[in-house]
Nanobody
């Protein structure tokens, strides 16, 4: 199983980006997919997660109202609007068995390689 994240780039503050995470190796149906990010010198932090069966989502307070997560077959999207310089980080997608939409990174056992998002002021 592989997760491939893409869509990062350089954007001005207030702009938008859509990140994609493609799962390959098998069909993901009953997993929860999460997005995390890690800024330079900081710990990895939870951004948001989605339950693939049902579509319920959960977001960190820093993402609520600005970010949304959606899915289409084996691809999960993180739509980021109203980006701020403090959103600059490497963004990772991750997967775990369906359960609580946890914010804890060690609960996720498949990880993508990360995609860099840079927001300029």
């Amino acid at each position: 199983v592989q997760l491939q994240a893409s869509g990062g780039g350089l954007v001005q503050a207030g702009g938008s980006l859509r990140l994609s995470c493609v799962a390959s190796g098998r069909t993901f149906k009953n997993e929860d997919m999460g997005w995390f990010r890690q800024a330079p010198g900081k710990e990895r932090e939870f951004v948001g997660a989605i339950r693939l069966s049902g579509g319920s989502t959960h977001f960190a307070d820093t993402a609520k109202g600005r970010f949304t997560i959606s899915r289409d077959k084996n691809t999960v999207y993180l739509q980021m609007n109203g980006l701020k310089p403090e959103d600059t980080a490497v963004y990772y997608c991750a997967a775990k068995r369906r359960g609580i939409l946890t914010t804890i990174s060690r609960d996720y056992y498949y990880w993508g390689q990360g995609t860099l998002v840079t927001v300029s002021s």
